[in-house]
């Protein structure tokens, strides 16, 4: 297994989702990811915005895709990686140093949003469970986290 203290572990509606993380990409966003992840932020939340061929997008506390967590905003830190099938990103507003909580995770290739978002893990385990979330904008009973855990937290 890859570094358990960079791997989440999201189970989810639709079954279980592993992520390795990239710190050596976006150290602060999967330093907030983790945070939030071990406050049990992200257990209970929505995939309210899921668009065929693009992505599945998560991590709003009102499930609207208009909120974050109560810490500040993270400075942007765009990198080279390619956004292809199975890459997670922060989602943010037309601000680049906005994003939050907020993430999201490729069906396909988006090469369009390469180094204008951050790239900060890959699904390594459970894409097809991914394929398997409820699209719409928003999403009528949407499917959701049930829990995210990093996993050298998981016994």
């Known amino acids: 297994m890859a570094d358990p203290e960079n791997t989440l572990i999201m189970e989810t509606t639709k079954g279980r989702v592993v992520i390795e993380m990239r710190p050596d990409l976006a150290p602060g966003h999967v330093e907030r990811i ?14 309210h915005r899921v668009i065929e061929g693009f992505m599945a997008q998560t991590g709003c506390p009102h499930g609207t895709g208009t909120g974050g967590s109560d810490l500040p905003d993270l400075q942007a830190e765009f990198n080279a990686e390619p956004h292809v099938r199975g890459t997670c990103s922060m989602a943010r507003t037309n601000y680049p140093h906005s994003a939050n909580s907020q993430f999201f995770i490729c069906f396909d290739d988006a090469r369009f949003l390469d180094k204008q978002y951050t790239v900060w893990g890959k699904v390594t385990e459970g894409m097809e469970n991914v394929d398997k979330i409820k699209r719409g904008e928003p999403v009528k009973d949407p499917d959701r986290i049930v829990s995210m855990k990093v996993a050298a937290d998981v016994a």
């Open 34 to 47: 983790k945070t939030l992840a071990r406050q049990g932020f992200y257990d209970g939340i929505a995939f």
